[in-house]
């Protein structure tokens, strides 16, 4: 069962009605003790990582998953969800995250190398190039183009880039991973074939061993 974490500020009609659309009966819940009950946890979000991780604080929920993460269960963690997975945000001031992925959270500078100004946020759809196209998240997703809203984006480490496109002319990270923790900047709900794809492999992934998860 998918259990997906409500902090009031998560897009949750639009992942669950896409975890139904595949077949799934995912529930919401903001109650450590129901989310436990999960085989799989999704972390969606809309807004600023400070506000994220405040609510997430107040919840007990930031300690909560990252127990969860340290077990082994799958995580995913979807547009400001994923970022929360990183170390820091410079958003409205230093904030740190989560800390189970490693990288920071910087906004979009608004100006290429070369001086051209490109518009923030960065809205629309864009191809994606396949840095990891083995891991499992990406099985059977055909190239095509995802869906994006989001004014910051994740310095990531180079190891945990599954998936990027570009804007201006900055890497964007647009799916993370590193054993049982995902994550997408885009939504994959609203991303057509390609992110109800990635869904699918995430809704059928197994649990990962906790030595391996470490």
């Known amino acids: ?34 989310l436990e009950k999960a085989s799989k946890i999704i972390l969606p979000g809309v807004g600023s990582f400070r506000d994220g991780m405040r609510e997430l604080k107040d919840r007990g929920l930031d300690t909560f998953l990252r127990d969860w993460a340290e077990t082994g269960r799958p995580l995913l963690g979807i547009c400001l969800g994923m970022q929360l997975l990183f170390e820091e945000s ?18 979009f500078p608004g100006k290429t190398s070369t001086g051209q100004a490109y518009k923030v946020p960065h809205m629309g759809w ?7 196209p083995d891991h499992p998240i990406l099985q059977e997703v055909p190239t095509g183009h995802v869906y994006f ?9 180079e190891s945990v880039l599954v998936a990027s496109t570009e804007y201006g002319d900055q ?29 699918r ?11 391996v998860a470490k």
Do not use: C
């Open 90 to 107: 410079e958003e409205n001031g230093p904030t740190t995250g989560l800390s189970l992925l490693p990288g920071h959270v910087v906004r």
């Open 1 to 34: 069962m998918i259990g997906i974490v409500d902090y009031g500020m998560g897009n949750l009609h639009s992942v669950t009605k896409g975890l139904e659309r595949i077949g799934h009966s995912p529930f919401v819940s903001e109650k450590i003790e129901e």
């Open 149 to 157: 809203v989001h004014s910051y984006v994740v310095n990531a480490a």
């Open 201 to 211: 492999n995430f809704a059928n992934v197994v649990e990962v061993d906790q030595e």
């Open 171 to 199: 890497l964007v990270p647009a799916v993370v991973g590193r054993n049982n923790v995902w994550g997408t900047q885009f939504h994959p709900e609203k991303s057509s074939v390609l992110g109800m794809q990635m869904l």
């Open 126 to 132: 864009n191809r994606l190039k396949f840095q990891q």
